[in-house]
């Protein structure tokens, strides 16, 4: 952990393997999700729009290499970075067969410079052939497996449309763990009827559960979602930035002092954000975090 920071965060954690900056790349490889191809559900959680967190980059024809190489030239510039990770960031990443699954992040792993694989999924579809196929990358590649909880309280995901329970989450990190896959769990903070006591059950849970990082995310409301219609007729109220850092200290308190820290807030799309607009000032939030967290004298670990 960087001596200098109160949780343990991303950047220190690759610098330490790699001995340099290492950065994601975000992919789009063009996949569904069940919850809303019809197998479990339609519609997808009400957050979510139809580009399922992300870039659009398969529906203008971007293959994953150009993808990939794009994601290089950028963070290259941005960030002076050489080494990379692969990340199948859009939808739901192993919801497919296996052997397509083996193509996509093949054809992203033989980019020159890649030197990990991220692949975000839903925890209730992974199956034993899939954590193989990416146990099997582990021999030469950092690898995480990323599972979107967001709750671990089931009225919560009901609520959301999630289409899960918890049960489905703590499944899959089990079946995940002793492969060499870094687990990483996907939260969201301000989710509609959850108190402080619901959110610090979550981190709880998840504390026990055997994960290995964690992305905390603010719920914020984007366009041509159900949360966008609940806002508008003043059903959902979103959190404001000093309650939202508030409960990102408590969480991180109540998480192993080894948990990886891989995000601490969203990065939504202005042209998509309705609410909160404080959403974008992603700088000022992580800074106000670590303000507090000083302030009230909290280490990641504290209450775990």
């Known amino acids: 952990m960087n001596p200098e920071k109160r949780y343990h965060d991303f950047n220190t954690y690759l610098k330490s393997m790699y001995g340099e900056r290492v950065q994601k790349i975000t992919i789009d490889a063009g996949m569904t999700c069940p919850n809303r191809d019809g197998s479990i559900g339609t519609g997808g959680c009400i957050y979510c729009n139809e580009k399922g967190s992300g870039t659009g980059a398969h529906a203008r024809g971007m293959s994953v290499t150009e993808q990939v190489e794009a994601g290089k030239a950028a963070l290259g510039r941005r960030y002076k970075a050489k080494k990379f990770i692969a990340y199948f960031q859009s939808h739901t990443n192993t919801y497919a067969p296996l052997d397509h699954l083996a193509a996509l992040y093949e054809e992203a792993l033989a980019v020159p ?151 601490l807030t969203g990065d939504p799309h202005p042209d998509e954000l309705v609410a909160p607009a404080w959403a974008l000032g992603k700088a000022e939030t992580l800074r106000l975090i670590e303000r507090k967290m000083e302030e009230k004298n909290i280490r990641q670990g504290d209450l775990a």
């Open 113 to 263: 410079g890649i030197v990990g694989l991220s692949v975000g999924t839903r925890p209730d579809c992974i199956t034993s052939d899939a954590i193989a196929l990416l146990a099997s990358y582990t021999r030469d590649r950092l690898v995480w497996v990323e599972y979107g909880l967001q709750s671990a309280c089931d009225a919560t995901l009901e609520t959301i449309n999630r289409g899960h329970d918890f049960k489905a989450f703590q499944n899959a990190v089990d079946m995940t763990a002793g492969r060499n896959i870094n687990i990483c769990a996907h939260v969201i903070l301000g989710l509609p009827g959850e108190t402080r006591r619901h959110m610090m059950e979550t981190a709880e849970k998840i504390a026990q559960s055997g994960i290995n990082g964690i992305k905390i995310h603010l719920l914020y409301v984007i366009k041509n979602t159900p949360l966008a219609t609940w806002y508008q007729s003043g059903r959902y109220k979103c959190l404001d930035r000093e309650a939202y850092a508030d409960l990102v200290c408590d969480f991180l308190a109540r998480l192993p002092a080894q948990v990886i820290v891989q995000r």
